[in-house]
């Protein structure tokens, strides 16, 4: 097997922590934690990269502008300018119009319309009206009512067993 479910790492290059003393075993995640702070590093650096470029406002051609005010787009101050952002997002969205099935996927992704997301906002919606529920119970007096006779049954004595079949026995 040459790669894991998903396409990250790579079995073949996995070794067994078996034998290896506990200074082998340390120096070894160190290393891997020292990899992994690396990674992270670089990702975080790309990523601010990224967002720093899609403020970025190019110099457009008129066709360019034209399709994104068709798109209902308005550009930044007097000069109507557009960010790469804005132009990435227009793009993408023109591609979805055209039959771009994953385009398509990215725009209700992006827009929070897609089905997980969906799926988390009715299941937060749930759990909200359960805890609504819970106070409600709460404040109408019931729990109060089931204290207190649970208060009464064990005042009386009446937690004991009547008579001996009543009793667990092992």
């Known amino acids: 097997m040459a790669s894991q479910k998903g396409g990250r790492g790579n079995v073949e290059n996995l070794t067994a922590n078996v034998g290896l003393t506990p200074e082998q075993m340390r120096e070894r995640n160190s290393k891997a934690g020292k ?13 601010e990269e990224m967002l720093n ?15 994104m005010q068709q798109l209902g787009m308005k550009g930044q101050g ?3 300018k557009y960010t790469l952002g804005q ?4 793009a993408l969205l023109q591609n979805a119009m055209h039959g771009d099935v994953g ?4 725009v209700l992704e992006i827009s929070g319309e897609d089905a997980k997301t969906l799926s988390l906002k009715a299941q937060m919606e749930h759990e909200k009206e ?16 089931l204290k207190g006779a649970a208060g009464e049954v064990f005042a009386n ?3 004991e067993p009547q008579n001996a079949e009543d009793t667990i026995t092992e």
């Open 78 to 80: 007097r000069a109507n």
């Open 35 to 47: 990899a992994s702070v690396k990674a992270r590093r670089v990702r975080k650096t790309a990523r």
């Open 53 to 67: 470029l899609l403020q970025c406002v190019p110099q457009l051609d008129t066709k360019t502008i034209m399709s």
């Open 157 to 159: 004595g009446m937690d």
């Open 87 to 90: 132009i990435a997002r227009a």
């Open 130 to 145: 359960l805890v609504q529920m819970a106070q409600t119970a709460e404040s109408d007096g019931f729990m109060d009512a």
């Open 103 to 106: 385009a398509n996927r990215l």
